[in-house]
């Protein structure tokens, strides 16, 4: 039993500090620094500081663990259009809190858009086959955490589940339970961080904007009120009002427009290098390459334009160098003519 071991553990610490000071000690059971994790989120998401600010509150209230004791710790709907870094987010808060960016439990819920797939979360109906086992696809390991580190699952697309597995949930974001249908099991959601991403919205906003970007409306402006508006009444048509009181905070997350290519191209450069280090190698770019890496940048599919780009484009001339001169540590990039072109580095 990991979890009560640690947590008398962690009662025994406590015990101790307070003996050996005049006073009693307030020492939180979460081992995570909300400045650490916000320092990764930071150095690999750019043009969304809103969202930033709140998943910082966010960190802050659950690390004082002075949260309710019979809801998750944080349930939060990410929405947006793609590439945004919505999934990216989560990841990143898994990987600063557990180590690992797929210490978490993602379920795609595109996968679950008929009714009877409700029965893949919450097991099947009594007298069906597998109910008695109590089969589901929760990772219990992942979504209950440990006693110092919190649980974190993810709801990948929700808007795409069927109105049956969205309502199955309803009982997980309100009591942080969920019984299974057989009685006979229940996973416990109450030491869990709870995402869920959605594009509910993303597109009628973004014709909103577009038709103002037009004609004689781009005369009138568009203030952010009223996209805002636009996406809230999308998100209210495709969710019933029960699910959507059940949510701590809606974010927003915004289009990644052209003013943040640079930053995001040092983001997608470090990330290479990081790779090429395991190789003992490192790539530097010259500026006329970055010029061409970003030229012919499309908005609407956001940071995973830019990957596509550097794997179509610049990894593919890498590999060649990397294989061309095995020994070699440092390599440079640039443009000719049109074509990249990466040589071994010389002074």
Not at 8 to 32: I, K, W
Not at 209 to 228: I, N
Not at 274 to 287: E, H, N, P, Q, Y
Not at 302 to 331: D, N, S, V
Request: with cysteine; hydrophobic share 40%; aromatic share 8%.
């Amino acid at each position: 039993m990991p979890f009560i071991n640690e947590r008398l553990e962690a009662n025994r610490e406590t015990l101790a500090r307070s003996r050996a000071d005049s006073g009693p000690v307030r020492v939180s059971r979460f081992r995570f620094e909300p400045d650490a994790v916000m320092e990764r989120l930071r150095a690999n998401l750019v043009g969304q500081e809103h969202a930033l600010a709140a998943m910082e509150s966010m960190l802050v209230r659950v690390k004082a663990d002075i949260g309710d004791e019979n809801r998750p710790l944080a349930v939060y709907l990410f929405l947006g259009p793609t590439g945004v870094g919505k999934t990216e987010t989560v990841r990143l808060i898994a990987e600063a809190i557990h180590g690992r960016r797929d210490a978490l439990c993602r379920v795609d819920m595109n996968t679950l858009a008929q009714e009877h797939y409700a029965a893949a979360l919450t097991g099947a109906p009594p007298g069906y086959v597998g109910s008695k086992e109590g089969h589901s696809l929760f990772d219990l390991d992942k979504v209950q955490g440990s006693f110092s580190k919190p649980g974190i699952v993810l709801f990948d697309e929700i808007e795409k589940a069927s109105k049956e597995v969205v309502r199955a949930l309803l009982n997980v974001l309100d009591t942080g339970r969920l019984v299974f249908p057989s009685g006979n099991r229940e996973i416990d959601f109450r030491n869990t961080l709870i995402f869920m991403t959605s594009n509910a919205g993303a597109l009628a906003a973004e014709n909103h904007h577009r038709r103002f970007q037009q004609g004689w409306r781009r005369w009138l402006g568009l203030s952010p009120g009223e996209v805002g508006r636009v996406q809230d009444a999308a998100l209210r048509d495709h969710f019933d009002p029960e699910f959507l009181n059940r949510i701590d905070q809606i974010l927003t997350f915004n289009h990644l427009s052209e003013n943040w290519l640079d930053a995001l191209l040092d983001i997608e450069l470090a990330g290479l290098n990081r790779r090429l280090a395991r190789k003992k190698a490192v790539l530097t770019v010259s500026d006329g390459l970055r010029e061409s890496l970003c030229a012919g940048y499309d908005s609407r599919y956001g940071a995973r334009e830019m990957l596509r780009t550097f794997r179509q484009r610049l990894e593919p001339e890498l590999a060649r160098a990397l294989l061309a001169h095995p020994e070699a540590e440092q390599f440079a990039a640039d443009i000719e003519n049109g074509e990249i072109k990466v040589r071994q580095y010389v002074e």
